[in-house]
T-cell receptor
Framework: GAVVSQHPSRVICKSGTSVKIECRSLDFQATTMFWYRQFPKQSLMLMAT?????????EQGVEKDKFLINHASLTLSTLTVTSAHPEDSSFYIC??????????FGQGTRLTVV | AQKVTQAQTEISVVEKEDVTLDCVYETRDTTYYLFWYKQPPSGELVFLIRRNSFDEQNEISGRYSWNFQKSTSSFNFTITASQVVDSAVYFC????????????FGSGTRLLVRP
């Protein structure tokens, strides 16, 4: 199957700082990438959908100014959590799709804001 | 509106028992896809199966089998002769063609297989 690499796998940051998470499709071109968030012992909730070269589409309730998504190339999307606070601590996971009906997931990033 | 319900929050079985994880979905689309993923403690999502709405054939893959019933909007997952390594959280998910194939996940079922 296709490989999606997400980096970093774990990050601890201080409250008020920003954190960037990268999602790369290693062996295919991803026209669409998705970002999900998972709080402890909960399900995965879609945060936003990004298509290469255009603005991301955010789900209801997700602050676009806080969670900045950039999908500048067909193999890279980034999620920046700006001015992170402890309540942003979560597991963030991306998936990448070629436009077909199967998306491939990255390994996830566990963010802890202290 | 689309929705996926996994009513079983947690299941505990003894090794070698069979276990079925339930999944019920709601969608207004006639074309959609259903998925099962396994999430071990490390967090990554392991893809198990994808089934499109036009294919109601049941599927077996080793100890895993899936029962898709459109009449009851269910897509249940059975593990035969469970093993300790099967312990994980299992998610059922739905994607609709008209929504860029984004996934709507159920709440997950935590499976604990005891030796």
């Amino acid at each position: 199957g296709a490989v999606v690499s997400q980096h970093p796998s774990r990050v601890i940051c201080k409250s008020g700082t920003s954190v960037k998470i990268e999602c790369r499709s290693l062996d295919f071109q991803a026209t669409t990438m998705f970002w999900y968030r998972q709080f402890p012992k909960q399900s995965l909730m879609l945060m936003a959908t990004s298509n290469e070269g255009s603005k991301a589409t955010y789900e209801q309730g997700v602050e676009k100014d806080k969670f900045l998504i950039n999908h500048a190339s067909l193999t890279l999307s980034t999620l920046t959590v700006t001015s992170a606070h402890p309540e942003d601590s979560s597991f963030y996971i991306c998936s990448a799709s070629t436009g077909g009906q199967l998306a491939f997931f990255g390994q996830g990033t566990r963010l802890t804001v202290v | 509106a689309q929705k996926v319900t996994q009513a079983q929050t947690e299941i505990s079985v003894v090794e070698k028992e069979d276990v079925t994880l339930d999944c019920v979905y709601e969608t207004r689309d006639t074309t959609y896809y259903l998925f099962w993923y396994k999430q071990p403690p490390s967090g990554e999502l392991v893809f198990l199966i994808r089934r499109n709405s036009f294919d109601e054939q049941n599927e077996i893959s080793g100890r895993y089998s899936w029962n898709f019933q459109k009449s009851t909007s269910s897509f249940n997952f059975t593990i035969t002769a469970s093993q300790v390594v099967d312990s994980a959280v299992y998610f059922c998910a739905l994607s609709e063609v008209g929504s860029s194939y984004k996934l709507i996940f159920g709440s997950g079922t935590r499976l604990l297989v005891r030796p």
